[in-house]
Every structure is written in structure tokens, then in C-alpha cells.
Nanobody, 119 residues
Framework: QVQVVESGGGLVQAGGSLKLSCAVS????????IGWYRQAPGKLRELVAE??????KYADAVKERFTISRETTRNTVSLQMNNLKPEDTAGYYC??????????????WGQGTQVTVSS
């Protein structure tokens, strides 16, 4: 059974840094796309950064501040967040398109981890 688990959220002052991690487990055959989304209260969930094939994509609001990295052999992806701003406050969710033995092919979400940036 596929599981997607995030970790690393917390409370930080503006200008600080946090690193989020996402681990995918199960009988994984392939991960076609994996990335981070965020959702602030009263707002729609939005893409933060993702790997799709060999390319990466960042939201304009986080370019030059956030870096996504992937360790393929361990099926993990991380998000290094620097120079955090209060507007980065949100629940952060890992999402991946996964092909696995014994599970349906599809898009899987983690439970989310909260990031709060104080001014």
C-alpha cells in the first residue's frame, strides 16, 4: 500500500529557513511526478515546486528562495525553504503520481505539515 508522509514543518521567524521532507513507501514501480503544494486558510491549494520527468517547476512566489531536491533511490523529496516570509504560512502537502504493485496508479497526497512564519 502506498504511503506519502511529510515531515519538517514548524514555526520560524521571517527570514529564517526550514526543510521539509517527503517519503514515499510501498511497492513502488515508478514515480512519474512528485512535488509540493501548499494551502493557506481560505485559499486554494497551489503548486510550490515539483519534479516532472527530468524537469523542475517552481511557483513564481518561491523562486530564488525555495529549492526542491529528490533522492530517487529512497523515493524521497525535500523542499529547502530560505528567506521565509509570513505569506509562506500554510499547510504544505507532498503529492506524487505513483505506479506501485498492488495499488492503483494515481495521484497520492500526504497528510500535510504546517509551516508558520511569524513577522
Amino acid at each position: 500500500q502506498v504511503q506519502v508522509v511529510e515531515s519538517g514543518g514548524g514555526l520560524v521567524q521571517a527570514g529564517g529557513s526550514l526543510k521539509l521532507s517527503c517519503a514515499v513507501s510501498g511497492s513502488i514501480i515508478s514515480i512519474d511526478r512528485i512535488g509540493w503544494y501548499r494551502q493557506a486558510p481560505g485559499k486554494l491549494r497551489e503548486l510550490v515546486a515539483e519534479f516532472s520527468g527530468s524537469s523542475t517547476k517552481y511557483a513564481d512566489a518561491v523562486k530564488e528562495r525555495f529549492t526542491i531536491s529528490r533522492e530517487t533511490t529512497r523515493n524521497t523529496v525535500s523542499l529547502q525553504m530560505n528567506n521565509l516570509k509570513p505569506e509562506d504560512t500554510a499547510g504544505y502537502y507532498c503529492n506524487a503520481d505513483i505506479r506501485a504493485r498492488g495499488s492503483r496508479y494515481g495521484s497520492y497526497w500526504g497528510q500535510g505539515t504546517q509551516v508558520t512564519v511569524s513577522s
